[in-house]
Each structure stands twice: as C-alpha cells, then as structure tokens.
C-alpha cells in the first residue's frame, strides 16, 4: 500500500486550534465551574497541577490524534468540508465518545462530565476533519 501523503503543516494547525479551544472550552466563560464540580477538582488543586501537564501534555495528545485523523481523512478520501466533518464525527464517536461513555459511567461520574469532555473532544475531531479535508498538501514535483 502507498504511503499516504499527508499536510504535516494541517496536522500541526489543527492539534493548536483543538489546544486553544480547549482553552475557552474549560474556562469559566463556559464550562470550566461546571467541569470542576463534575470532577471534585478545587481551585487549590488546580493550582498545585503540572504546567507540563496543563499545557505540554495536551497539546503532544491532540498532535497524535491529528496525525491519526490525517490519515483517516486520506483513507476516506474526504476532500470537502461535510466529507472531513463526516470523518470526524466517525472517528469520534467510535474511538472517543463511546469510550469515555464507559469511563465515566465505571468511575461513577456525573453524564455531565461526558457531555462536556466528550462534547470538546467532538468540537477538535470536527473542525481537525474540516481542515484536513480541505486543506491538501502541496504536490511533490516530479522527478
């Protein structure tokens, strides 16, 4: 099988924007108190967390998921934005939603928690799809 060609560039912009979506998506703009309640978390432990792990090891995970995602979007060969949607809804719902589902419910956590974990994990698997999509790389020059 041939090695698909993938836009490294589009892989980098889309784990960046799903990182600062998440930004605002856990703010308290909008569902960063709510988030807090559902896990027990407390601005004291929020304080004491790791910038690694606030800031670094995120961003590392969404650049996996994104590489992965580049490589389902070539195999379905989504070229338009519904098609890039489609595949990340797809990927989503069977690698992401459906195993937080299960999660949540074994560690006796509120949907609440699903909703919104999941529901950011939705918003990043949407729009990676759209710009991965679109987004081609640039052909190679023929040799």
Sequence with gaps: MERPRLNYI??????????????VWYSPVLFGSAWMQATGMTMEMASRMSPLLVYAMPLVAYL?????????????????????AMVGFWNWLGFIGAIMFVTVGFQNKPMTLWLIDAGYDLVGMLIGGIILAVWKPKPTPAA
Excluded: E, N
């Excluded at 960046?16 to 930004?23: K, S, Y």
């Excluded at 580049?70 to 934005?81: I, L």
């Design 64 to 84: 996996i998921a994104c590489y992965v995602l580049a490589h389902a979007v070539v195999y379905a060969k989504a070229g338009t934005a519904g098609t890039g």
């Design 10 to 23: 589009a892989v980098l912009v889309c784990a960046v924007i799903w990182w600062l979506v998440g930004a």
